[in-house]
């Protein structure tokens, strides 16, 4: 079964100051997607950033950034600079394949960590 | 771009109603998940379609049922409501198989209140 850990319910960050949301994950298959998504307080869920199993470079889009180290099963999301803008919950999620195929690759959320950017 | 479109946006009923929420995929996406999204709580896994049949079920309450129609968009019925189901209830589409490796889209919910 899969697992997603985020072990920090809420971050308190000064605007401009980088930012590393932690997330470990569990799954015994050797195909999987990480995924980051951003929900600000109007409930949204917004795609942020990607991560492929067998993917050698961490991925970047913009100010965000997966540090993703398999060997320790964590993809922690990396907000450079961060801004006032930045204020929501974050969620970690993974799905037990790199592809959707036939509709059945459901996405698993960890817990989520509310992050506050401080002006 | 067109995005998911889920309706209504906000609902209100009284316990033991049923509701009917609706999700309108993106043009040429097949497959459709649903997740409900208690307060303060992570998205949870109800139920998926895929070219109008189920392919993957989840923590979905035998009072709960969906289906995705001919032109791909679902519904997902409600009935005999309890204060529980308050929640927001997401619909996320996917492109045909194996096209993206991201894949999803979700749409803005459709928050349920239950008094």
């Known amino acids: 079964a899969q697992k997603i850990t985020q072990t920090q319910p809420g971050m308190f960050v000064q605007e401009k100051e980088a930012v590393t949301l932690d997330c470990t994950y569990d799954?015994?298959?050797?195909?999987?997607?990480l995924f980051w998504y951003k929900q600000p307080s109007s409930g949204e869920m917004i795609f942020l950033i990607y991560?492929?199993?067998?993917?050698?470079q961490n991925a970047t889009e913009g100010r965000y950034s997966l540090n993703f180290q398999k060997a320790r099963k964590s993809a922690n999301l990396v907000i450079s600079a961060s801004q006032l803008g930045d204020s929501a919950m974050y969620f970690c999620?993974?799905?037990?394949?790199?592809?959707?195929?036939?509709?059945?690759?459901?996405?698993?959320f960890g817990q989520g960590t509310r992050l506050t950017i401080n002006p | 771009a067109a995005g998911v479109i889920q309706s209504p946006r906000h609902l209100i009923k009284e316990k033991r109603e049923t509701a009917t929420l609706k999700c309108y995929p993106i043009?040429?996406?097949?497959?459709v998940y649903w997740y409900q999204q208690g307060p303060g709580q992570d998205p949870q896994f109800l139920i998926s379609?895929?070219?109008?049949?189920?392919?993957d079920k989840g923590s979905i309450p035998d009072r709960f049922s969906a289906q995705q129609f001919s032109d791909y968009h679902s519904e997902l019925n409600m009935s005999s409501l309890e204060l529980g189901d308050s929640a927001l209830y997401f619909c996320?589409?996917?492109?045909?198989?194996?096209?993206?490796?991201?894949?999803?889209?979700f749409g803005s919910g459709t928050r349920l209140t239950v008094v």
């Open positions: 996320a589409s996917s492109p045909p198989s194996g096209t993206a490796a991201y894949g999803y889209t």
């Open positions: 799954t015994s298959d050797q195909s999987y997607g």
């Open positions: 991560q492929g199993s067998y993917d050698e």
């Open positions: 999620a993974m799905r037990e394949a790199l592809y959707i195929i036939q509709g059945a690759q459901k996405l698993v």
């Open positions: 043009p040429r996406h097949d497959t």
């Open positions: 379609f895929y070219e109008k049949m189920q392919s």
